[in-house]
């Protein structure tokens, strides 16, 4: 860097002119950059296409990927799809205490070791994923439900005598992983099914409406998520489930009020 001459700027100002008419000047230094030495910067899109990486202790480069439709839920609450070897690093660094699985298979090996090695506790919820006939869910199903609604003039869920057609959504499954949700003991935590979509979907919009959450908040995150799969029983199960039963349990999550 080189630093040139000083430069005088002339000029004048009304407010500040003498009544003979004087001139006012300002002594200004200028500096010039030799610039033949500096490198460029590296192109903006280079900077998004570099990875994120974090080094170990040991000096190793860790790739943190998070499992598929990962996000934050609240303090200390995390959902996503189900984890696999690659996610391992990027779950390390969440500090979890326990994860929540809406899958009824057997946990994978893999994942178990990962669990013992971090003193991660596994809470397993078994709920089967159900499929509709194309087309069905949307269109056909929201006839159906619209009908029934409009012959009985209520809705009965799956504790009474009468179902609603084409769902598997157990009650007292979601009912019990959501005490093991509210238990700030268990926090870090994770939630996770097969895809982050449906199951898991349900639980954190049960627990929204803990939080007082209107439905049509409640219905567009669980959106987000399910994008174009999105479910009309799902959105259902969640806007008539009770929550009655829980309001001893304390809450202090960051989107709670009392």
């Given at each position: 860097m080189k630093l040139i001459e000083k430069t005088m700027n002339k000029f004048t100002k009304a407010e500040e002119e003498e009544d003979d008419g004087s001139e006012v000047f300002q002594s200004i230094e200028v500096a010039k950059v030799d610039q033949s030495n500096v490198s460029p910067p590296p192109p903006l899109a280079d900077a998004f296409a570099t990875p994120l990486v974090e080094v170990s202790a040991a000096g190793e480069e860790l790739n943190l990927i998070p499992p598929l439709n990962f996000a934050m839920v609240d303090n200390g609450i995390f959902r996503s799809g189900f984890p696999d070897v690659s996610n391992f690093s990027f779950l390390k660094t969440l500090g979890l205490r326990s994860i929540i699985s809406l899958c009824p298979d057997a946990y994978p090996e893999n994942n178990m070791q990962f669990?013992?090695?971090?003193?991660?506790?596994?809470?397993?919820?078994?709920?089967?994923?159900?499929?509709?006939?194309?087309?069905?869910?949307?269109?056909?199903?929201?006839?159906?439900?619209?009908?029934?609604?409009?012959?009985?003039?209520?809705?009965?869920?799956?504790?009474?005598?009468?179902?609603?057609?084409?769902?598997?959504?157990?009650?007292?499954?979601?009912?019990?992983?959501?005490?093991?949700?509210?238990?700030?003991?268990?926090?870090?935590?994770?939630?996770?099914c097969n895809r982050g979509k449906h199951r898991t979907g349900c639980l954190v919009g049960c627990m929204r409406k803990l939080q007082k959450w209107c439905l049509t908040s409640i219905f567009d995150e669980y959106q987000r998520f399910a994008a174009a799969k999105a479910r009309v029983s799902d959105q259902r199960f969640m806007e008539l489930f009770d929550v009655s039963n829980f309001k001893q349990i304390p809450m202090s999550f960051s989107c709670s009020s009392s």
């Open positions: 669990l013992k090695s971090n003193g991660i506790k596994l809470f397993q919820f078994g709920i089967k994923g159900y499929k509709c006939p194309p087309g069905l869910e949307n269109e056909v199903w929201l006839h159906l439900w619209n009908s029934k609604c409009q012959k009985e003039g209520s809705y009965t869920n799956a504790n009474s005598k009468t179902s609603e057609p084409f769902v598997n959504i157990p009650d007292h499954k979601i009912r019990e992983a959501l005490k093991v949700l509210l238990d700030e003991k268990n926090h870090p935590l994770l939630i996770h």
